[in-house]
């Protein structure tokens, strides 16, 4: 299980200089983020909003402080294990989406359940795929979507392997009041089904979900 995840004095080392001259709650600060809380990270233009999002996820290590999962140093844990983390514990929405051009949607968020890592079968994949208003799109390769088709997918693709957090940076961008509402609501049912914590970036304030905490990065 992953209970909490921990920040203790991290600065990203290539926006060190630009990062210690303003007021951060993540950045350069001890911060502690307890598994079930639902935390939204308001990060204005230039603060470092991705690069906290792969920190966390452990795509990137060139910062100065720590990371914690639980009691466990991210830096320190083996590559096995963070495999394995990612598998059962950390599902992710990437800011640029990272679907595989070539496959078509249906793949793209079968893919996890291929590798082995199942949790919900094509029945509930085309559920959640309904409730979202992409079902007609299943059969298309990725890279003939719309920007906001590819975001429901990738959200869809987060939502359907095991996860106690789930990150997501800028997932609404390019979705509109309704489709925005959609999504959010999968999310949040998904979320308290399974008793999950969400860290969500964005840019502005918003009312997509009842936030347990927010902070400003």
């Known amino acids: 299980m992953l209970s909490s995840i921990s920040l203790k004095n ?11 001259q303003r ?6 600060t001890e911060v502690r983020l307890p598994q079930g809380e639902w935390i939204k990270i308001k990060a204005p233009s230039g603060s470092g ?10 795509l990137r290590s060139d910062f100065k402080g720590e990371v914690w999962y639980d009691d466990r140093s991210l830096q ?20 640029d989406l990272r679907l595989l051009p070539q496959l078509t949607a249906l793949e793209n968020i079968q893919l996890k359940n291929i590798l082995g890592n199942v949790m919900y079968n094509e029945s509930d994949i085309l559920k ?38 789930l990150i997501m940076d800028e997932p609404f961008s390019h979705l509109d009041i309704n489709n925005t509402k959609l999504a959010a609501a999968l999310i949040a049912e998904e979320c308290t089904k399974r008793k999950a914590g969400f860290i969500l970036t964005d840019l502005d304030d918003d009312n997509h979900f009842p936030y347990t905490k927010q902070l400003t990065l």
């Open 23 to 28: 007021p951060s709650q993540i950045w350069n």
């Open 10 to 20: 991290v600065i990203p080392t290539p926006l060190r200089d630009k990062l210690t």
């Open 76 to 95: 320190q844990l083996p590559v096995e294990q963070i495999a394995l983390i990612r598998q059962q514990y950390i599902s992710i929405v990437f800011q």
């Open 49 to 58: 909003k991705t690069t906290l999002v792969h920190t966390l996820y452990k």
């Open 128 to 165: 959640m795929a309904e409730r979202l208003q992409i079902t007609h799109i299943l059969q298309q390769q990725a890279n003939t979507l719309s920007y906001g088709e590819q975001q429901r997918v990738a959200i869809v693709r987060a939502l359907v392997q095991p996860f106690a957090w």
